[in-house]
């Protein structure tokens, strides 16, 4: 166990340089000079010459001197010491832009999930007991539906339906203009305009997940253990919760690890469209600003959720499932 | 309970085959012995209606989208701002019927329709807002009517002049003479400007005069008849000359000399100007495109009057038939064929034909089938060369993450060990790249510096380069247990390449899963184009695909008064990638049938 761990880890070190060193590289593709971008606010007030030190400086602050691996050992070393960078757009370390986006990011993402789970763990234990049944078959062409739907489909369509012919809720944005007030009432009032986003992103997950609930069901209900438990003579209520549902829950646990990514690494579309400032917003306007800090961190950071979470995944399903052996 | 099931398909089967006489069924075990399996696969299939439903919704789509553009096809640069956010509809030269065989006057706006009828009744159709609908009461008997971009003027019997519709940039603020102190002769309703001539020869304006340049200078108190486009004014004189209100020389105000003083009526395009003159003879000068100077030949002397749409002139010869020319690209050159024309007036892009006993013909642009987007282009010439775009990225990624993912897992299961191992590696580390914001960052990196199609090129490429994992490794898992069976030893017992039996002989077998897998990836690469596309990291405009259509519709102006220029390219988008998401269930329950039970 502990030497699958250590054997996993080790494996996950090595992607995350492998990935680092791509990502590295294609960040210095990137036409434009960091440094020029850094004195540009100066090139009019100065004269070449002054300029051109400027420059000469600039470029060694940044380390752009060096040659390429060695540059690359500097920006790996800092990142992993924390230091992320330094954005062109926000004249800030980026260290300090992702940590209220982050907050937003998961408050959304947690919502939508207690959401989704809510919904999409009784709907698919439902049709799977009562399979082929007419509320099976609608349910069933609901999440192919669902799943085929864009999710920024699935926005304009809420946002037509709950802003427009409804005036439910805001279109977009975090927070009422111009808001006063104590915390309390900032909370509410973030809490509603995170309404239609959190609708958004549940809407869009039902499908896939009632899908994968329903299998898993439909797979446990046809074990053997089952027709034991039934045979026994005990109520079908407690057959399907307590015999069948328990087991079922080993691969949902693995979906629900596999969200993990999705609730720090945000929705790049949704928050876009619903101006919601989130990590993925904040990867959208680097992108679209050219901050291209920003950007390899932020690539970095989803790398090492992604990482992260196919490890924790494989940790969960070890805990849920004791006949699961891995390493073998 | 599934013995039960079995009875009564069996009576079910009994019972068709007493009534309806069908082909006799099989049993799996007879099925096998007699049919392929691929005839088994398409037997099930077909008998999935939800999936047959979706084929066909999916064939009919793609058919739209291929053969649809032969007959409409997409001008890629062509943007129009008096046709912005039309709505879907084919009103535009719906003339109504009590003015139809009664019609005095008419002119076209550029969506919609005026006139008045031989009693001074004014009319309208086509697309029109609030303000256009606001009609003044009380006009009394009007006895000449003018439609402009977004306004309209109306003169009655008492020389009073109305205007209404669109009346921001001072377009309400009618001078005082024309209250009924001047005679007019002709009022024009111009690019959110308004024009009036007395009848001695005076010219008044008011609107927007930021765009168009207005000077008539030591001509006014000579002016006859004047024509106007978004930029000039034209104006034919009492002496029979022509001259540009303009204060500067432009391309219209290059006059041909040999005209002047002959000239019996004038007409103005959007970019060029044209003049009648005695002999009948039609002169077109201005910036030609769209060959608006190319006069038809053999009507050049016969012609009695002339006018203009906006990039397409009409004129009507002495025989009393109607000839055009100019811009077709709505159809505005065709015009009915009739005998007694006695007038003509033109729309933006339509024709409005009146005969001399009062009937209306017309031709020209009626309407959109899905209205128009902010820059006046039509939606559904747009929909359907979208959806080609859309599908064909969709295809070719595809292909290239199959073919990839194929070989790469063709390889690893059948060698396995080392092999496997890095491949297996390399596919978790193309798998840990997070998929969208990676292909952002791709898109903007490598798509700066290309054109059009090279762009288009790459982000096939990386579609189809970063969604080859989970292909590889469903590949790799088929041929693992395939490789210990008989056939595989018999191969390699005959001496047969290993890449010829990996590809040859274990290949087909798991070529179904396969084929499922893909059109699975099909319908999720057109949405994940369509996402980068909508995000603006995919094919930019004016290239258009149904996620870069969606661009910008989130706002909320879009969303409530503009509905069309979301819902249809939502809705095929929506309707493509569900029946693709169909037809591939409904693939892998006809292969598997044991997965139906899941």
Not at chain 2, 86 to 111: C, D, E, H, R, Y
Not at chain 2, 208 to 216: K, M, R
Request: glycine letters at 8%; one cysteine or more; proline letters at 4%.
């Amino acid at each position: 166990m502990a030497k699958y761990i250590l054997r996993r880890l080790l494996y996950l070190v090595f992607v995350f340089f492998i990935v680092s060193i791509i990502m590295f590289f294609i960040y210095k593709s990137v036409p434009g000079d960091p440094a020029r971008m850094m004195i540009d606010s100066s090139k009019q007030s100065v004269d070449p010459e002054r300029y051109e030190q400027m420059y000469q400086a600039a470029r060694e602050q940044l380390g752009l001197d060096k040659p390429l691996p060695i540059q690359y050992i500097s920006w790996i070393t800092n990142m992993l010491k924390g230091d992320l960078g330094f954005s062109t757009q926000y004249r800030q370390p980026v260290s300090q832009i992702v940590g209220v986006p982050m907050g937003n990011t998961i408050m959304l993402n947690l919502v939508s999930m207690v959401l989704v789970f809510l919904i999409t763990i009784p709907l698919g234990i439902v049709t799977a007991v009562k399979k082929n049944s007419p509320l099976d078959n609608a349910v069933q062409v609901g999440t192919v539906v669902g799943y085929s739907l864009p999710s920024f489909v699935i926005a304009l369509l809420f946002i037509f339906l709950f802003a427009n012919l409804l005036p439910i809720f805001p279109i977009s944005g975090m927070n009422a203009p111009g808001l006063t007030g104590d915390g309390f009432n900032v909370f509410l009032d973030r809490m509603y305009h995170m309404a239609l986003p959190c609708l958004v992103m549940t809407f869009a997950s039902l499908g896939g997940i009632t899908r994968y609930v329903r299998a898993a069901m439909i797979d446990v209900l046809r074990q053997d253990y089952i027709r034991t438990a039934r045979a026994k003579g005990l109520r079908e209520k407690v057959v399907i919760y307590s015999h069948a549902f328990r087991n079922a829950l080993i691969p949902i646990v693995t979906v629900l690890t596999g969200w993990l990514v999705s609730v720090f690494g945000g929705s790049v579309v949704i928050e876009t469209i619903f101006l919601w400032n989130g990590i993925g917003k904040v990867l959208y306007d680097a992108l679209m600003q050219r901050d291209f800090m920003v950007v390899l961190a932020m690539q970095m950071f989803y790398v090492i959720i992604t990482l992260a979470g196919n490890l924790l995944m494989d940790l969960a399903y070890m805990l849920v499932d004791p006949r699961v052996k891995l390493g073998n | 309970m599934s013995s039960q099931k079995k009875k009564t398909n069996s009576f079910s089967r009994m019972f068709r085959r007493i009534f309806l006489g069908s082909k006799r069924e099989l049993s799996i075990l007879e099925e096998e012995q007699m049919q392929s399996p691929f005839r088994t696969v398409v037997r099930n299939f077909r008998q999935n209606k939800i999936a047959m439903i979706g084929s066909i919704v999916f064939l009919l789509i793609f058919l739209s989208c291929f053969i649809l553009p032969i007959f409409y096809p997409l001008d890629v640069t062509y943007q129009d701002v008096s046709q912005q956010n039309v709505a879907p509809g084919f009103t535009m030269t719906s003339v109504p019927s009590a003015l139809k065989n009664n019609a005095a006057q008419i002119s076209g706006g550029a969506t919609f329709g005026v006139g008045i009828d031989k009693d001074g009744n004014y009319y309208s159709w086509g697309q029109m807002d609030k303000k256009l609908l606001n009609v003044p009461e009380n006009m009394g008997k009007l006895v000449q009517i003018s439609a402009g971009l977004n306004h309209v003027l109306a003169l009655n019997d008492r020389g009073e002049v109305f205007t209404w519709g669109y009346d921001r940039l001072g377009l309400s603020r009618v001078p005082m003479d024309l209250s009924g102190m001047v005679d007019v002769k002709q009022i024009l309703a111009g690019y959110q400007i308004s024009f009036a001539v007395s009848e001695d020869g005076e010219l008044y304006w008011w609107g927007n005069e930021n765009i168009i340049d207005v000077s008539p200078g030591d001509h006014q108190g000579h002016i006859e008849k004047i024509a106007a486009n978004s930029t000039t004014v034209i104006a034919l004189l009492d002496d029979g000359t022509v001259a540009a209100l303009s204060s500067k020389e432009t391309l219209f105000s290059k006059i041909p000399e040999e005209i002047q003083g002959n000239v019996v009526d004038v007409a103005s395009t959007d970019n060029t100007a044209a003049a009648l003159t005695k002999d009948g003879k039609v002169y077109v000068w201005g910036s030609d495109d769209y060959g608006q100077k190319l006069v038809p030949e053999d009507a050049q002397g016969k012609i009695k009057s002339i006018s203009a749409g906006r990039y397409h002139y009409t004129a009507i010869l002495e025989d009393g038939s109607v000839i055009a020319w100019g811009r077709d690209n709505f159809g505005q050159t065709k015009v009915p064929v009739v005998t007694n024309a006695a007038q003509i007036s033109n729309g933006y892009y339509q024709n409005y034909i009146i005969t001399e006993d009062g009937k209306v013909q017309t031709s020209g642009l009626s309407g959109y089938l899905m209205g128009t987007d902010g820059f006046g282009r039509d939606i559904f010439t747009r929909l359907i060369a979208g959806g080609r775009m859309t599908m064909t990225i969709g295809a070719i990624s595809v292909i290239i993450s199959v073919i990839i993912g194929v070989i790469i897992g063709g390889f690893s299961g059948y060698y396995g060990g080392k092999v496997d191992n890095i491949l297996m590696r390399l596919a978790e580390i193309v798998a840990s790249i997070p998929f969208l914001p990676f292909a952002m960052i791709l898109s903007v990196i490598v798509g700066n510096s290309l054109t059009e199609i090279q762009r288009i090129a790459v982000i096939m490429v990386i579609l189809g380069v970063l969604s080859w994992p989970s292909l590889a490794r469903l590949v790799r898992a088929q041929i693992l247990a395939e490789r210990e069976k008989e056939f595989v030893t018999a191969a390699k017992a005959m001496g047969i390449k290993e890449w010829s039996i990996i590809f040859k002989h274990i290949l087909p077998n798991v070529i179904t899963v396969v084929i499922v897998d893909t059109t699975l990836a099909f319908a999720s690469c057109m949405l994940i184009e369509s996402s980068l596309s909508f995000l603006g990291f995919g094919v930019v405009e004016p290239t258009p695909t149904w996620g870069n259509m969606l661009n910008g519709s989130q706002a909320s102006t879009v969303i409530q008064n503009y509905w069309w220029r979301w819902v249809f390219p939502s809705l095929a988008l929506s309707l493509s990638t569900i029946s693709i998401n169909l037809i591939g269930d409904g693939l892998r329950d006809a292969i598997d049938p044991r997965s139906n039970d899941r």
